[in-house]
């Protein structure tokens, strides 16, 4: 049984996550420790046509020991030779499948600065990738798998072998799997997804403003020609895919210089395996200009200062998620970022992604530029503010202002 | 017990196998199942100061997968990216160290021909660090790991576990390990051999002839200023180490041109995961030109065509190990050349070592071809020919024979 739905959810990473074309190549980055889900994801692309599978192997005991006695130098170089393949699958318009396995160890005993400069050096080098990803020159997807770590922590209650059982069935429902129709349920919540996304690019608003009792007050202006995108998003191309399952957010692109107010973070959220809980942003014009976190102040610092050009004191992401969510509907903290994003509206600091504006995908950087995306960061951390009594407008083209969200859902019906 | 016996392996690989100098890089090239061990490797490279550990995995499911279902020029191709750190490592002087688990997987079901297609194309990716190793440019290792299909293969009368058992405690044994004193173990052994090279090494034979009942008749002639390595190797700069745990033979380069008459295996081989036994060649002049075999004909033609330029046919390794060695006086068939050619005197089709040339590191390609190096081959293939009846005879520099081995051992005493 549980055989058959891996198998499933496999068949919709391949089909619908990276939307395989026949005679592509497909890069697979997994820990080792997760060969045997690899070997069905690479089964599933084999039969779908897939011209090559490579896998970019990760393995955490060697990354650590490295992170802790490589000389400083040696850390800063890294090893470009590792995401050789991955970036010339990405150049080549083929298909990357990332394997992330939370809370799989226990947390480190690396020194801060040393984990943060390891971080650095791998997502230098693999921003190349990242870019071509970002700019949909590739099709994308990120499937997470079930450890003990993680379903100790999400159900603290339960036995390790209870928590497993509930994460794992739990992932399988968020992610819509049923042996045999999978790929169904998929098309009609994709459909409905869109519906929403259609309509919201329609109404093309130039700003949202964001408010509730947990002191979030924000206004932010939306990218020049923005495109609302639900249920996955477009290849350069138009080729459809998915870069997150599950997915039940609707996102496009905020302008990167007009956010102006307060937001307060609803939910915990990881940036370099440390928890920042109770985050509270300050934005003028754009910028974080005071930041405070309840837990992780120096690992939110780290992040605000990555990107020297600034970038990542800036937004690159607005998305809105109902409270019907099937994953809000769970009730459930997952302490990991693509499952509670999907339970609540949340912004992102760092890049936005070009398919979130109308043909984005062959927009020059000076378009893309002007049309105000956040881009050149090596980030894309999103956080969550979403709540019950969460309040959402959108600026029309006249200046007055349009109930987008009240009460943490839409407040329209389509 | 066992745990400490691993990690005194790991010690043994590193310190002596590598001979590790502070500062260096290592890459491991290993089984994905391997980590634990490679862990241990790893550990004991940054403790004895390496600046660091690259690992190169290898994931046989996946590798298997592509044999079979790539189209045949992506087989062709191959990834040059999963070899280049192992290249520069190798470029920069630094330090190899292989894991081989043999007969880990049950045999494939890939057609002969692809498979064979897929091992020349990894041969080619890994060429030039082959031949950086060969030229004694950075230092290497190989080591053995026990599995339970190559234990079942050796002692098909125990039951997994016990042949298991039986096998790891031989591999230690062979390997001289023993905790608190391995390395001291080793020292000795390399003394007791080192002397054999020398004193061989000063006899300057021009050739060996082979003869035995088995039907070898076989003369060989050395290569211009051969030297004999017993007990590891030399690195470029001088430095001892070890490619080979276990070690037990001596050996050196023969003359390219110059191999005439008959020899016939006493052990099978494997070539390309094919048994190839029975073996019986005919050489003239240095070149195969006759060839035979019981069993695993179709790969021993495949070997002889391996190259182009018909090195594949000629001799790169002449070696000596009487009867008395450890290895076989376990009267045990390892099927596998890195312990069987330590219980028997053997030869190698393929590539010579330039390391078994007296300032063979420092000689020019040119060079090394008047010495009658057998050079740029894809192979070097070791096959066994040690009888408990076999004779060698040395020819001295007046053209006369001197005894070397009589009945299966040293003819002289040192």
Chains 1, 2 share one sequence.
């Not at 129709?181 to 409905?192: I, M, S, V």
């Amino acid at each position: 049984m549980a055989d058959c739905e891996w198998r499933e959810l496999a068949k919709l990473a391949v089909a619908r996550g990276i939307h395989l074309q026949p005679g592509q190549r497909v890069c697979i980055q997994s820990p080792v420790e997760y060969s045997s889900f690899v070997h069905l994801l690479a089964e599933e692309a084999y039969q779908q046509g897939a011209q090559e599978v490579c896998v970019r192997w990760e393995e955490q005991t060697l990354s650590r020991m490295r992170s802790r006695w490589a000389p400083e130098d040696r850390l800063a170089t890294g090893s470009p030779w590792s995401a050789g393949e991955l970036t010339e699958i990405a150049r080549e318009g083929g298909c990357l499948i990332t394997v992330r396995a939370p809370y799989q160890y226990p947390e480190g005993d690396i020194p801060p600065a040393r984990a943060a400069l390891a971080q650095k050096t791998e997502r230098m080098i693999t921003q190349e990738a990242l870019t071509l990803r970002m700019s949909g020159h590739c099709t994308w997807t990120i499937v997470l798998l079930p450890t003990v770590g993680w379903a100790r922590k999400v159900y603290p209650q339960c036995t390790d072998e209870q928590a497993m059982e509930r994460l794992t069935q739990t992932l399988f429902q968020c992610s819509r799997v049923e042996p045999g129709h999978t790929l169904e349920n998929w098309r009609e919540h994709r459909a409905h997804l869109e519906q929403y996304a259609n309509y919201l690019t329609g109404r093309s608003f130039r700003a949202l403003r964001y408010w509730n009792q947990q002191g979030t007050d924000l206004t932010v202006g939306l990218a020049d020609g923005h495109r609302w995108c639900g249920g996955g998003v477009y290849k350069a191309d138009g080729l459809p895919f998915i870069p997150n399952i599950p997915t039940e957010e609707l996102g496009t692109a905020p302008r990167r210089d007009s956010a102006n107010g307060t937001v307060v973070t609803t939910m915990p959220f990881l940036f370099e395996e440390t928890l920042i809980e109770g985050m509270r942003l300050v934005f003028r014009d754009g910028v974080v200009v005071e930041y405070h976190a309840d837990r992780g102040e120096d690992a939110l610092r780290r992040l605000l200062e990555t990107d020297a050009g600034g970038q990542s004191r800036r937004l690159g992401e607005v998305a809105l998620v109902p409270i019907s969510s099937p994953i809000a509907q769970t009730h459930t903290l997952f302490y990991n970022t693509l499952l509670d994003e999907n339970a609540s509206c949340h912004l992102a600091l760092g890049n936005g992604y070009p398919f979130c504006l109308q043909g984005g995908e062959a927009l020059s950087p000076e378009d893309m530029d002007r049309a105000g995306l956040n881009t050149g960061s090596l980030l894309h951390v999103d956080f969550m503010i979403g709540s019950p009594d969460l309040s959402v407008d959108g600026q029309n083209a006249d200046g007055s202002w349009s109930p987008v969200f009240r009460n943490g859902t839409w407040a329209f019906s389509l």
